[in-house]
Nanobody, 125 residues
Framework: QVQLVESGGGLVQAGGSLRLSCTAS????????MGWFRQAPGKEREFVAA????????DYSDSVKDRFTISRDNAKNTVYLQMNSLKPEDAAVYFC??????????????????WGQGTQVTVSS
């Protein structure tokens, strides 16, 4: 069992930056692919960014490519999402997810076994 705890959400003006963190319990973090998803009110959960177990494979949705960066620190059992040039449409609850799989980054929510509780990101225009 893996528990994920997100942090770093908050209110930011359009054009600003935030860094989300997701810390995982357990001693096998290095065997987990990690991902970030988001869900705005009235919308389905959507893929944001993902990294494979080593950080050597990453993927991004087109809407955040070149603005967001996913990274991981396996020594700290933590995955990060650096969000720059934030737009009002980026506002959502952001969820961290984990999958005990090697290989490439996973971009579909069905590919993940564990989810955090989410952290709210609000972007004012």
């Amino acid at each position: 069992q893996v528990q994920l705890v997100e942090s770093g959400g908050g209110l930011v003006q359009a054009g600003g930056s935030l860094r989300l963190s997701c810390t995982a319990s357990g001693r096998t973090f290095t065997r987990y692919a990690m991902g970030w998803f988001r869900q705005a009110p009235g919308k389905e959960r959507e893929f944001v960014a993902a990294t494979n177990w080593s950080g050597g494979s990453t993927d991004y949705s087109d809407s955040v490519k070149d603005r967001f960066t996913i990274s991981r620190d396996n020594a700290k059992n933590t995955v990060y999402l650096q969000m720059n040039s934030l737009k009002p449409e980026d506002a959502a609850v952001y969820f961290c997810a984990a999958a005990p799989r090697l290989g490439r980054a996973i971009v579909t929510p069905d590919g993940y076994d564990y989810w955090g509780q989410g952290t709210q990101v609000t972007v004012s225009s």
